[in-house]
Structure formats: C-alpha cells, structure tokens
C-alpha cells in the first residue's frame, strides 16, 4: 500500500477546562475537547486505519497539555470531520504562585499547531476546593430536597419559609 499525502487533518481545541485557582500540592484535572473538520480522502502518512483492508477511521490528532511551558502529557485522538469531538485529560499538581495551562492540537501529516489555548490557574492556600460544593450550593440543594419531598417547587419553598420569617417577627 502506498500512502500519498494528499490532504491534512483540520484540527480544532473546542474548549479548555482549566480551574480559575487550585490549592498548593493538590491535584486538579485539565480537560481539553478537540474535534477535526477535515475528512480522509485516502490512506495516508497521519491517519488512523483498522481492519484487514485498512479502512481510515480518522486523523491521529496529537493533543499536547504544558504548565508553565513544560509539556506535561500528550495524547492521540482519531478524528475526522464525522466524528464527535474528543477529550482529553491530565490530572496537575503544582506549588503556589501564577501558572499558564496551555493546550496545542496538531496538524498531521506534517506536526505543525493547528490552535493553541491558554488558561491562568492562581494557585494559593485559600483556594475553594472545587469538589467541595459552596454554601450556596448546599443551600439551594437543600431547599430542592425539600421541595421534591412536598411536591413542589423551589420557589414555592422560598416563599413558605419568607412567610414563616415574617409571622416569627410579628408574633
């Protein structure tokens, strides 16, 4: 089989999900979404194949995450214009201070950046931890169970409990 290189993937980052601030020395996840326009005419240097006959299933896309300009993981996706964009993720644990999360997708065959994403993360020792929820969290899902408990709605809970407080006040 001879592979010609007469086409290259169009990569996209669809989006970056990087923390706005993290604690010192804890983990955190990057998650990139990376998607091709491109679709594969023939096989070719750069692209996906399976099966015995070495149907195209897609462009290996690479998808690179750095800290602070050091690479911290790449990933191979198949993609091509058919299909759903894919994620990727790497889990980041990093000292305090101000530190840049950059995502690059690549261009196959020849490697060139096809995009590039950046994002800040803060990282310092009062930071929220983001898989603990905020009082307004704990709040509204409280006052959700409450409202499935008696069937109705939140904003009919809210209005009983405005009530109440009214009533505690003048009696």
Request: include cysteine; charge should be negative.
């Amino acid at each position: 089989m001879v592979n010609l290189n007469i086409d290259q993937s169009e990569p996209y980052i669809d989006s970056i999900d990087v923390p706005s601030e993290a604690r010192p020395d804890e983990s955190f996840t990057v998650t990139v979404t990376v998607g091709n326009e491109s679709s594969i005419i023939a096989p070719q240097d750069g692209t996906c194949q399976s099966g015995i006959l070495q149907f195209n299933t897609g462009w290996r896309t690479p998808v690179i995450i750095y800290v602070d300009g050091q690479e911290v993981h790449r990933e191979t996706k198949c993609l091509d214009g058919n299909s759903a964009p894919k994620t990727v993720t790497k889990r980041v644990t990093l000292g305090s201070g101000e530190h840049s999360v950059t995502a690059e997708v690549l261009k196959v065959p020849n490697d060139t950046v096809a995009e590039e994403r950046a994002a800040e993360v803060t990282v310092h020792s009062d930071a929220q931890d983001p898989a603990l929820p905020t009082t307004g969290d704990r709040l509204t899902e409280m006052i959700t169970d409450i409202a499935d408990a008696l069937g109705g709605t939140t904003q009919q809970v809210m209005l009983g409990f405005a009530l109440a407080v009214v009533l505690l006040v003048v009696i």
